[in-house]
């Protein structure tokens, strides 16, 4: 990598870790609140009424704070079976094709989620269960994690033009 890529992409790279960190305490969190809703409505004290609901919240935003970082570290989702059976060059044009629909597909849900976002904004709608929330703010995040997957997809195909034509490395299968 050049050096400026290089600088960026390590920069890029602590964000995401920390954003990974910030879902690992969520996941903490959810937990201790879980655990606590269900010795509560078990000794009597009728549970944590929010629990649920935040619950699934949390791993909303979870998801959204770690896909950036797995998708960096080759831990998403893929089936690979077909590309190793491949010969290296038309696999290396399908890993291109893979990053580069992946990269337009995020893109669409930076847009979408910025309209979704916007028109629930405009709108003053409202979230109500048992907590009574603007519903932007649930729907804020999804542009935010499909821009930093958009993002990353950017650097994935940089690493992709600048290594030796083949498979990637960084995601292989466990066969």
Same mark, same amino acid.
């Given at each position: 990598?050049?050096?400026?890529?290089?600088?960026?992409?390590?920069?890029?790279?602590?964000?995401?870790?920390?954003?990974?960190?910030?879902?690992?305490?969520?996941?903490?969190?959810?937990?201790?609140?879980?655990?606590?809703?269900?010795?509560?409505?078990?000794?009597?004290?009728?549970?944590?009424?929010?629990?649920?609901?935040?619950?699934?919240?949390?791993?909303?935003?979870?998801?959204?704070?770690?896909?950036?970082?797995?998708?960096?570290?080759?831990?998403?989702?893929?089936?690979?079976?077909?590309?190793?059976?491949?010969?290296?060059?038309?696999?290396?044009?399908?890993?291109?094709?893979?990053?580069?629909?992946?990269?337009?597909?995020?893109?669409?849900?930076?847009?979408?989620?910025?309209?979704?976002?916007?028109?629930?904004?405009?709108?003053?709608?409202?979230?109500?269960?048992? @907590?009574?929330?603007?519903?932007?703010?649930?729907?804020?995040? @999804?542009?935010?994690?499909?821009?930093?997957?958009?993002?990353?997809?950017?650097?994935?195909?940089?690493?992709?033009?600048?290594?030796?034509?083949?498979?990637?490395?960084?995601?292989?299968?466990?066969?």
């Amino acid at each position: 990598m050049r050096p400026g890529m290089e600088r960026l992409s390590g920069w890029y790279g602590r964000l995401l870790d920390t954003l990974v960190l910030a879902a690992c305490l969520l996941l903490f969190i959810m937990t201790i609140m879980i655990g606590a809703d269900v010795v509560s409505r078990n000794i009597g004290g009728g549970g944590i009424p929010v629990s649920s609901e935040l619950s699934e919240d949390i791993l909303y935003l979870m998801t959204l704070l770690a896909a950036p970082w797995l998708l960096r570290q080759g831990q998403h989702i893929r089936v690979d079976i077909i590309l190793r059976t491949l010969p290296v060059r038309v696999a290396w044009l399908l890993e291109w094709a893979g990053d580069i629909v992946g990269f337009f597909c995020c893109l669409y849900f930076v847009w979408y989620g910025l309209l979704i976002t916007a028109a629930s904004y405009s709108a003053g709608s409202i979230n109500i269960k048992t @907590l009574v929330t603007p519903e932007w703010w649930t729907l804020a995040p @999804l542009p935010l994690g499909f821009a930093l997957l958009s993002i990353e997809f950017v650097f994935r195909m940089y690493r992709l033009s600048t290594t030796e034509i083949g498979l990637r490395d960084d995601a292989v299968s466990a066969a």
